[in-house]
């Protein structure tokens, strides 16, 4: 059973620093994309920094020049730099991973770790 379990979260204060982990139960290596959404209330969760294969990285616009997204494929575990952090990242950030099996590909979530940035 696949199993990602997120911590680093917390409460900072603007123009703090966190860093999200999330822990895979399995090996990374064949999940691509991996990285991570984040989600307010009442709001879709939105993508905030996805790794695909090559190390190709898309980020959020909102986020770009102060998050950082990386994989340690030997400790299976993905992370989220956040810098400058400001209010507006207030949210509950979720780990995300696809993997190939066979011929379907399977969607993972973590359960999610709050952020909260106070002004």
């Known amino acids: 059973q696949v199993q990602l379990v997120e911590s680093g979260g917390g409460l900072v204060q603007a123009g703090g620093s966190l860093r999200l982990s999330c822990a895979a139960s399995?090996?990374?290596?064949?999940?691509?994309?991996m990285g991570w959404y984040r989600q307010t209330p009442g709001k879709q969760r939105e993508s905030v920094a996805i790794q695909g294969w090559g190390g190709n990285t898309n980020y959020a616009d909102s986020v770009k020049g102060r998050f950082t997204v990386s994989r340690d494929n030997a400790k299976n575990t993905v992370y989220l730099q956040m810098n400058s952090l400001k209010p507006d990242d207030t949210a509950v950030y979720y780990c995300y991973g696809r993997r190939l099996t066979g011929d379907t590909y399977y969607d993972y979530w973590g359960q999610g770790t709050q952020v909260t940035v106070s002004s």
């Open positions: 399995v090996s990374i290596f064949s999940f691509s994309p």
